[in-house]
């Protein structure tokens, strides 16, 4: 867990680490109003049982509630496939309410053929907002701004609040370059095109990652500025075309394995964080389709 603290009329960012899933989970606070919003949370689950627990989930319930602040959003960059979402529980227990970008709907048409389950919507819901590119929303007084950068997934999107912005997994830090595009909707060329967006940034823009997988074994890290991925990132710092990227980006993803939680997460993470409905019996069940990807 760490905080940064920035002057008044700038975000201060408070930070969990989840060790399981290589995932940061970033608190946004206004420190004028006392409002914030939650980036990417983290429900813990353990796919040998299928038992999930709030432990995570809890530690930042903890930090808003003993502040007192009052939670606006809970902030999904995409439909993650390496962890669910704990947004539910949080918005249970302190409120706000839960926004993703506007092309979840096409990830949602997607996995509901994948799984054959006319129970994932197609429309967006339950989500409580979708957000469309250049869209603003406010953190009590913050202002905050959304850009849509597929590629990774159709639905991947940034949010920029102050002189901070919430990445996603669309870039992690410069030592180990970016999101892998081989999921179902995953582009390289798209993904090359939102990488230069972020690049037009201001240099000192201070970027917030989703996750680091600590290449070499170093300490972890979730933030780095728009210049240093600029000049250091290694699979697409400035220099590198866009050909050249996407052949390497193609031949990496060639190499990868599936993420171990992909097949559960994306049943829940494309329904806002909620499982499946319940069947006769009161639980619910998770599918697993058999060579289908």
């Known amino acids: 867990m760490s905080t940064?603290?920035?002057?008044?009329?700038?975000?201060?960012?408070?930070?969990?680490?989840?060790?399981?899933?290589?995932?940061?989970?970033?608190?946004?606070?206004?420190?004028?109003?006392?409002?914030?919003?939650v980036v990417d949370s983290v429900l813990?689950?353990?796919?040998?049982?299928?038992?999930?627990?709030?432990?995570?989930?809890?530690?930042?319930?903890?930090?808003?509630?003993?502040?007192?602040?009052?939670?606006?959003w809970l902030l999904e960059t995409h439909a993650h496939a390496d962890h669910l979402s704990a947004a539910p529980y949080l918005k249970a227990r302190c409120g706000g309410r839960i926004a993703i970008g506007e092309h979840i709907r096409d990830v949602q048409q997607v996995f509901r053929g994948l799984f054959n389950d006319a129970s994932i919507p197609l429309d967006g819901s339950p989500f409580d907002q979708l957000f469309a590119d250049g869209e603003r929303f406010t953190i009590g007084t913050l202002q905050a701004q959304v850009m849509h950068t597929p590629g990774h997934t159709p639905a991947c999107v940034v949010y920029r609040v102050g002189d901070c912005a919430f990445v996603g997994d669309t870039l992690f830090m410069p030592d180990y370059g970016t999101a892998r595009c081989d999921f179902p909707g995953g582009d390289a060329h798209q993904l090359y095109q939102s990488v230069q967006r972020i690049f037009a940034l201001?240099?000192?823009?201070?970027?917030?990652?989703?996750?680091?997988?600590?290449?070499?074994?170093?300490?972890?890290?979730?933030?780095?500025?728009?210049?240093?991925?600029?000049?250091?990132?290694?699979?697409?710092?400035?220099?590198?075309?866009?050909?050249?990227?996407?052949?390497?980006?193609?031949?990496r993803d060639a190499t990868l394995s599936m993420p171990a939680l992909m097949l559960p997460a994306v049943q829940v993470n494309v329904r806002a964080g909620e499982m499946p409905p319940a069947e006769s019996n009161g639980v619910s069940y998770l599918k697993l389709p058999i060579n289908a990807l």
């Not at 997988?213 to 250091?232: D, K, N």
Request: glycine share 8%; net charge negative; proline share 3%.
């Open 4 to 37: 940064s603290n920035e002057a008044s009329g700038k975000p201060q960012v408070q930070t969990w680490f989840h060790q399981a899933s290589f995932t940061a989970c970033h608190c946004i606070v206004d420190a004028d109003s006392g409002h914030c919003a």
């Open 44 to 72: 813990d689950f353990d796919a040998a049982s299928g038992r999930t627990r709030t432990t995570f989930a809890d530690g930042v319930a903890e930090f808003i509630e003993q502040r007192g602040l009052t939670l606006d």
């Open 202 to 251: 201001p240099a000192e823009t201070r970027l917030y990652l989703c996750h680091d997988y600590m290449p070499g074994g170093r300490e972890v890290r979730w933030s780095c500025t728009v210049a240093e991925q600029r000049q250091r990132n290694v699979q697409i710092h400035e220099g590198i075309d866009e050909d050249a990227f996407v052949a390497f980006r193609r031949q």
